[in-house]
T-cell receptor, first 116, second 116 residues
Framework: GAVVSQHPSRVICKSGTSVKIECRSLDFQATTMFWYRQFPKQSLMLMATSNEGSKATYEQGVEKDKFLINHASLTLSTLTVTSAHPEDSSFYIC????????????FGEGSRLTVL | AQSVAQPEDQVNVAEGNPLTVKCTYS??????LFWYVQYPNRGLQFLLK??????LVKGSYGFEAEFNKSQTSFHLKKPSALVSDSALYFCAVRDIEGSSASKIIFGSGTRLSIRP
């Protein structure tokens, strides 16, 4: 149980285009999803916290107009990188948890974005 | 604000020997502590967690971790290392003195290398 599916696993796009990454909890309802960004050989940087049916809470320094997050249902959250630039190239990882405070996070497999 | 530190960027151990990956934390209340493992270009896999109860927590793949409140540590251990244990390990903390969507903060990661 507790499977999180993330799609696409790899995406290459041209500078200026927008890219959408989907994160689905397959066998549980995720009231909260988190989006992380990971640079090579570095830790995970929390970008935003997404609660179903409400606006995402962004971490300091993360542009909400650049990284659009939608959590339309209890099993799906999306991250859209708008007008992508080469510096947005990174490994993006989503995670989901149940409503319980004690819950560990379950992670997707990550999406590697390369902006040319 | 909570924080977690992994003082070692890399740990090298011979196969069959015991291994320890260090982690210390700082939270305002009682901590929820986690260990995750990451293989190249993959998401994170949950290993174990400490919520309450016994200080020695057993997890997946033979790993265990010891919660030490006085030293604010949560070191990951395994009695006998395998080559397949080679990966990137992250310690994480969740501060329960917060909202229902309390964040999980990750350490910088420790690369574990097991030589045959």
């Amino acid at each position: 149980g507790a499977v999180v599916s993330q799609h696409p696993s790899r995406v290459i796009c041209k500078s200026g285009t927008s890219v959408k990454i989907e994160c689905r909890s397959l066998d549980f309802q995720a009231t909260t999803m988190f989006w992380y960004r990971q640079f090579p050989k570095q830790s995970l940087m929390l970008m935003a916290t997404s609660n179903e049916g409400s606006k995402a809470t962004y971490e300091q320094g993360v542009e909400k107009d650049k990284f659009l997050i939608n959590h339309a249902s209890l099993t799906l959250s999306t991250l859209t990188v708008t007008s992508a630039h080469p510096e947005d190239s990174s490994f993006y990882i989503c995670s989901a948890t149940t409503s319980a405070n004690t819950g560990e996070l379950f992670f997707g497999e990550g999406s590697r974005l390369t902006v040319l | 604000a909570q924080s977690v530190a992994q003082p070692e960027d890399q740990v090298n151990v011979a196969e069959g020997n015991p291994l320890t990956v260090k982690c210390t934390y700082s939270v305002s209340g009682n901590p929820y502590l986690f260990w995750y493992v990451q293989y190249p270009n993959r998401g994170l896999q949950f290993l174990l967690k400490y919520i309450t109860g016994d200080n020695l927590v057993k997890g997946s793949y033979g790993f265990e971790a010891e919660f030490n409140k006085s030293q604010t540590s949560f070191h990951l251990k395994k009695p006998s290392a395998l080559v397949s244990d080679s990966a990137l390990y992250f310690c994480a903390v969740r501060d329960i003195e917060g909202s229902s969507a309390s964040k999980i903060i990750f350490g910088s990661g420790t690369r574990l290398s097991i030589r045959p």
